[in-house]
Structure formats: C-alpha cells, structure tokens
C-alpha cells in the first residue's frame, strides 16, 4: 500500500528564515507526481509545489523548492525567505501517473512563524 | 475566473440524517473529487468522477454515494449520519492529462457537524 509519513506535527522559524519540511513515502510504482498543499486557518487547500518522479530536476516556486530524493522515497518543502502568511499545515501528497487519480496525504505539519 | 465552489459551507444534522454537499468544479474541468478530513489529519479520498462516470472509490461505507452532471457539478451524499461523519469535506476539480499531472485544486470545503 502506498503511504505518505510526514514525521514532524509541528515546526517553527523566524521570519525572513529558512524552514525544511519532511516527508517521506513508500511506493513501488516507479512514475508518480509529488505535491505539497497549504491549509491556512481558512481550511482551503491551496497547491504549492509539483514535482514528477521521472524528472531529475528539483520544482522550484519562488521562495518554495524541494529536494526530492526518489531512491530514499524524500520529498522536503525549503521555505526560504519565511514570511508571517507561510503560516499554515502543509500536507505532502503522492499520486500515481496512472490508474485512478486518488491523492494520498501526510498527517501535516504545523509552521509557526514568529516574528 | 471562479474557482472551485461548494455548498453548505457549514451546517449542522443529527445523527441517522441525510446530507447532500455540492460542487462547481472550475470552468473547463471535467473531474471531479472529494475528500473527507477529520480534525487534526489529512484528508482522505472518498470519490473520483471524470465524465460522469465514478472512476475511483476510496474505503468509505455505501452509505456516502456521489453522482456527477451534464455541467461537470457533483454532490457527495450521506446517509443515515453517524457522529464520526463529522468532518471537513473537500471537493476538488482538475483538468484531466499528462501535461497537468492531474493536479487538483479545491474548494474551501463544507465544514459537517453531526450531532
């Protein structure tokens, strides 16, 4: 079965810091896409980061990148730059290229950002 | 342009009551999901429609059923509620190709409270 862990229920940085978020996942299918989602108090999901596994280059969106390691099954979130509306729960999710399109979720991490 | 939007935001059913949630996906997406996210977890997937058709069922009992329209809209059901049916549920629409990954984007949710 295919499971997503993200081993660290909560975070904290400084603002104007850099963060790394965890997640490791276990899969034996060998194509699949990476995601890592933002839920702000508002409670709506919002996609930060993409990555697919047949691509060796790591996504990068502005302040977010990742480093996505696909032998050791990682997929880390670098926030850079933190800033007060980074705070959220960031969930990690996996999905397989092919068969149906259920996205698997972590348990989520909460960042804090103090100022 | 609108993104995806659902309906109730919040309400509240006693327990053995039916509930039906409802969905517009964002124009020009013809898939549709939902997901159930309890307090303090992520979410887990519940149903997948493309073209009408259900495509991917997760292990929910037959008591939550969906349908999806001509419009590409879909409602998620539930019978016979029973407290632990309490929970954020989540709709999400994607555009359906290799290019997009799939990528799904989703609504603020329907916040059920079961009583």
């Known amino acids: 079965a295919q499971t997503v862990t993200q081993s660290q229920p909560e975070m904290s940085v400084q603002e104007a810091e850099t963060v790394t978020l965890s997640c490791t996942y276990d899969?034996?299918?060998?194509?699949?896409?990476l995601f890592w989602y933002k839920q702000p108090p508002s409670r709506q999901m919002i996609l930060v980061i993409r990555?697919?596994?047949?691509?060796?280059q790591n996504a990068t969106e502005n302040r977010f990148s990742v480093n996505f390691q696909k032998a050791a099954k990682s997929f880390s979130l670098k926030i850079s730059d933190s800033q007060l509306g980074d705070a959220a729960m960031y969930f990690c999710a996996y999905r397989p290229r092919g068969g149906d399109y259920k996205y698997i979720f972590g348990t989520g991490t909460r960042l804090k950002v103090l100022a | 342009d609108a993104g995806v939007t659902q309906s109730p935001t919040h309400l509240i059913k006693t327990r053995g009551q039916h509930v039906t949630l409802r969905c517009s996906p964002i124009?020009?997406?013809?898939?549709v999901s939902w997901y159930q996210q309890v307090l303090g977890q992520g979410p887990q997937f519940i149903f997948q429609?493309?073209?009408?058709?259900?495509?991917g069922r997760g292990n929910f009992p037959d008591r939550f059923s969906a349908r999806q329209f001509p419009n590409y809209s879909s409602e998620l059901n539930v019978n016979a509620l029973l407290l632990g049916d309490s929970a954020l549920y989540l709709c999400?629409?994607?555009?359906?190709?290799?290019?997009?990954?799939?990528?799904?984007?989703f609504g603020e949710g329907s916040w059920l409270t079961v009583v």
């Open positions: 899969t034996s299918e060998s194509d699949y896409y």
């Open positions: 429609y493309y073209e009408k058709e259900e495509r």
């Open positions: 124009s020009g997406h013809k898939s």
């Open positions: 999400a629409s994607s555009l359906v190709g290799r290019a997009t990954g799939n990528t799904i984007y």
């Open positions: 990555q697919e596994a047949y691509k060796q």
